[in-house]
């Protein structure tokens, strides 16, 4: 994603149309925490402490349950570019 405010972008959310509860945790190259996203209307700007984060390759962690009750766990990557 590409938060640079040119409104295309700009913010990292989750999308789909049965998820009950969601909990996604955003971490930088060395491990620490940047963000917690527990609403599906919430999403990532791309900074943390108030300051854009560097280009660059972060980590997501993602659990999420559906309306039939199924719990989907997700772990992947997300290339943050400016």
Do not use: H
């Not at 972008?9 to 060395?30: A, C, H, P």
């Not at 997700?74 to 943050?80: D, E, N």
């Amino acid at each position: 994603f590409s938060p640079n405010g040119d409104g295309k972008n700009d913010l990292l959310k989750v999308y789909g149309n049965y998820i009950t509860s969601l909990e996604m945790r955003i971490f930088n190259q060395w491990g620490e925490q940047v963000t917690e996203i527990r609403n599906i209307n919430q999403g990532w700007d791309g900074t943390y402490k108030g300051k854009p984060q560097p280009v660059g390759v972060y980590v997501y962690v993602l659990k999420a349950t559906l309306s039939t009750g199924k719990t989907v766990t997700l772990k992947g990557s997300i290339t943050l570019v400016r």
